[in-house]
């Protein structure tokens, strides 16, 4: 079984704060995704990288596909309260269907 | 209805009972996904069914049984489950081919606690 390892596992900072967070495993992922799971939902797809070195930007969130394709991370400017929830990283393994997730990192962002 | 509804949202069941959750997806995809969260671990997938057929099952439990009678309806029978069972069960539906990404829509999850 793929492991996805996410770090740091909780964080909690101040509005307006800067964070980076991610998401690692010793195997080589065709894509890889990442997901946000708010309170009382389930996950939400935030975007898809196929290309090794590729940036995406979704707003104040940017994400970035290690160039060896292995790992994958996410930073938020001038963090925001709704941005508090679950982040999960996410990859095809075993088969285009089977989705194995990271072990998530819990953010916090206090007003 | 839009998107991936399930019921019921939370569930306090005994160990000896024998209880079902329901999903049901409306954006007309082709499988479905049963998972289970719990605390301490990453989000397992437990089944998934591709076209009513199950494709998948991840070394579940027989005490997990899932049914699925058309692409839009997933079950979980549950029976004699154990403490450890305890977890938020989320469903997800996700349009497979087409050149897409497999993304999963996930429902908002039924909060299972045994007792």
């Known amino acids: 079984t793929q492991l996805l390892e996410q770090s740091p596992q909780f964080l909690s900072i101040q509005e307006g704060e800067n964070l980076t967070v991610y998401c690692n495993s010793s195997s080589v992922f065709s894509s890889l995704q990442w997901y946000r799971q708010e309170p009382g939902e389930g996950p939400v797809l935030l975007v898809t990288v196929v290309t090794g070195g590729e940036v995406k930007k979704l707003k104040r969130l940017t994400f970035q596909f290690g160039d060896a394709r292995k790992d994958s991370s996410l930073h938020i400017t001038a963090a925001q309260p709704g941005d508090t929830g679950l982040y999960l990283c996410a990859c095809h393994s075993g088969g285009y269907q089977k989705v194995t997730f990271g072990t998530g990192t819990k953010l916090q962002v206090i007003p | 209805e839009t998107g991936v509804t399930q019921t019921p949202r939370h569930l306090v069941m005994g160990m000896t009972n024998k209880k079902s959750l329901k999903c049901e997806q409306h954006?007309?995809?082709?499988?479905m996904y049963w998972y289970k969260q719990s605390a301490k671990k990453p989000l397992e997938l437990m089944f998934v069914?591709?076209?009513?057929?199950?494709?998948e099952n991840n070394s579940v439990p027989s005490r997990f049984s899932p049914e699925c009678p058309n692409s839009s309806h997933l079950f979980l029978h549950l029976h004699t489950l154990q403490p450890e069972d305890s977890a938020l069960y989320l469903c997800?539906?996700?349009?497979?081919?087409?050149?897409?990404?497999?993304?999963?829509?996930f429902g908002p999850g039924t909060r299972l606690t045994v007792l």
């Open positions: 997800a539906s996700s349009q497979v081919g087409g050149g897409g990404d497999n993304e999963q829509f």
């Open positions: 954006l007309g995809h082709n499988a």
């Open positions: 069914y591709n076209f009513k057929e199950q494709t």
